[in-house]
């Protein structure tokens, strides 16, 4: 895992040193600072999930590297928030968004067809997808490219999770195994992805930017509150409900 962590951090030294070169120094310091910090999230997310599967960082998969991949340019996304969007910074997050996007189609395919879905690799691709939905969305933001609100949906996951740590540390039940990957679920994730890709570059007007995350966030937020009274018990799950008819 220390290898991993190192290289990561060489790549986002490599990209500083680059955005250094078309920006400010201060930009690139700023930059820097917030992908190792993004980096070091996946990494610190890395480690938990392994303790918590009972699985080692050293026997990952190719399709587990490929979602750390994603990680690792989601990180690089991430830095932008505290650049200034001139010149060719305009363009970079969204190639390297689109990239990460782009992986977190393939790592599911590679997985499937070598036989290495496990659950270290599900629960890993879930959390880089919600911290991706946070740096990048904030990129946007910041860049006033989407609306301050659709932060709401890279929000909702660490909601969730907390809410389900603060229950078990109350010692209230919690049913996180009741909840079933929805095709609804992977379709509105899928959806968050492409409008922060295409919200990125200057290219779409923000006003129609902002009506568009509006109508996906609204079902996203839905999605998130159903799986929670499911969570917690006051949904019975859609197998339960149908063994009572």
Do not use: H
């Not at 587990?64 to 505290?82: E, M, N, P």
């Not at 659950?119 to 946070?134: F, N, P, R, T, Y």
């Not at 907390?162 to 095709?183: C, H, N, S």
């Amino acid at each position: 895992m220390i290898r991993i962590a190192l290289g990561g951090l060489g790549v986002v030294l490599i990209a500083g040193v680059s955005v250094a070169a078309v920006s400010r120094p201060a930009a690139a310091a700023a930059y820097l600072s917030l992908a190792a910090f993004t980096w070091m999230l996946v990494m610190d997310t890395l480690r938990r999930v392994c303790v918590s599967v009972g699985g080692g960082a050293n026997s990952l998969g190719v399709a587990t590297q490929l979602t750390l991949l994603r990680g690792l340019l989601v990180s690089l996304v991430g830095g932008f928030a505290l650049v200034a969007p001139d010149g060719v910074v305009l363009w970079v997050p969204a190639v390297l968004y689109s990239a990460a996007a782009l992986t977190d189609r393939l790592d599911g395919i590679v997985a499937r067809r070598l036989g290495q879905v496990t659950s270290l690799g599900v629960q890993l691709d879930g959390a880089m997808d919600a911290i991706g939905l946070v740096a990048a969305p904030l990129v946007a933001v910041i860049w006033r490219r989407l609306p301050p609100w659709y932060l709401m949906v890279g929000a909702a996951y660490y909601v969730y999770v907390a809410g389900i740590w603060w229950r078990r540390r109350r010692g209230l039940p919690v049913y996180p195994e009741r909840v079933r990957p929805k095709p609804a679920t992977r379709f509105f994730a899928g959806a968050q992805m492409v409008l922060v890709c295409i919200a990125l570059p200057p290219v779409l007007d923000p006003a129609f930017l902002a009506a568009a995350a509006t109508a996906l966030m609204i079902p996203t937020l839905v999605l998130f509150a159903r799986d929670w009274l499911i969570v917690i018990g006051w949904r019975p799950e859609p197998g339960a409900r149908a063994a009572l008819r």
